[in-house]
Nanobody, 125 residues
Framework: QVQLLESGGGLVQAGASLRLSCAASGRTFRRGAMGWFRRAPGKEREFVAAIGWEGNTTRYADSLKGRFTISRDNAKNTVYLQMNSLKPEDTAIYYC??????????????????WGQGTQVTVSS
């Protein structure tokens, strides 16, 4: 089973940048998908971004395109989320997720692998 550990969250002012990291350990799905989700206070969890094994297939929530960038380093079993021009509405707990198949994720939107515990991102105005 894959264990996921997020890091890099914190308190920043609007307009700042943060880079989140998600380190995978255990039985890693190197050929699978990795993704980021977030849950804002009082809201449902929402999809942020996903990336396939080779790193050349990515998907983003439409509202976040251009500000957030997902990447991965398979040698380090780590996926990153670069967040720029942060806004107060980006305040949320950010979660990392894995799935054995990027194709399945793209077709169904379901993530059947592991989830991390989350890292808090707070953006002040």
């Amino acid at each position: 089973q894959v264990q996921l550990l997020e890091s890099g969250g914190g308190l920043v002012q609007a307009g700042a940048s943060l880079r989140l990291s998600c380190a995978a350990s255990g039985r890693t799905f190197r050929r699978g998908a990795m993704g980021w989700f977030r849950r804002a206070p009082g809201k449902e969890r929402e999809f942020v971004a996903a990336i396939g094994w080779e790193g050349n297939t990515t998907r983003y929530a439409d509202s976040l395109k251009g500000r957030f960038t997902i990447s991965r380093d398979n040698a380090k079993n780590t996926v990153y989320l670069q967040m720029n021009s942060l806004k107060p509405e980006d305040t949320a707990i950010y979660y990392c997720a894995s799935d054995p198949s990027m194709r399945s994720v793209l077709m169904t939107g379901r993530w059947t692998g592991s989830w991390g515990q989350g890292t808090q991102v707070t953006v002040s105005s």
